[in-house]
């Protein structure tokens, strides 16, 4: 009965984030655009995540402007901020760092997420953001994960009218940065 849970609430979790998928991707959903904090979505979401963090000792280094508001759907700018803040601590190894930072300019705001870890080969940084691409597709059981979630990210962020990109250096680190209009 645990394995038939187990197997459950994967392919549940699968479904649901196609589900967001197909519905983010359907021009006629209306993503609600309100100011918002992102410096408070961004604090929420380190708070939920620290028990992964102090599990892996990461070291955790976080340079986030204050009061920083942006106009956008608050929801899903924090499952963006998830999404990357999950993968970081799921490719940070035992020991390693990760980075946030939030920085506000005239027009844009630019959050930013740096792991230490394995990287990503140049050669599949133009696909990472493809439905159910995985670099490495022999860690997809013990992640638990199907590849989605980054493909997510891109959605919610260029439906918002943003940017999101990674870049990485294999055995040193990878970087995913998101830019949004203010």
């Excluded at 070291?59 to 759907?73: F, H, R, Y």
């Amino acid at each position: 009965l645990n394995y038939i849970k187990i197997g459950t609430d994967r392919m549940t979790k699968l479904m649901n984030d196609l589900l967001s998928l197909a519905k983010m991707e359907d021009v006629r959903f209306e993503i609600q655009k309100v100011p918002f904090n992102m410096s408070n979505a961004i604090h929420d979401v380190i708070t939920s995540m620290e028990a992964v963090v102090a599990e892996k000792e990461i070291q955790l280094t976080c340079s986030i402007e204050p009061d920083a508001m942006v106009k956008g759907d608050p929801e899903r700018i924090k499952q963006v901020i998830m999404i990357l803040f999950d993968n970081a601590a799921k490719y940070t190894d035992k020991k390693g760092q990760i980075e946030i930072s939030l920085k506000k300019s005239k027009r844009k705001i630019a959050f930013s997420i740096t792991n230490s870890g394995k990287g990503i080969p140049k050669q599949d940084l133009p696909k990472i953001f493809d439905r159910f691409y995985r670099v490495d597709p022999s860690r997809t059981q013990g992640t638990g994960s199907y590849g989605l979630g980054l493909s997510i990210a891109k959605t919610i962020i260029e439906r918002l009218g943003g940017e999101i990109y990674a870049e990485s250096v294999e055995n040193e680190y990878t970087a995913f940065t998101f830019t949004l209009g203010l």
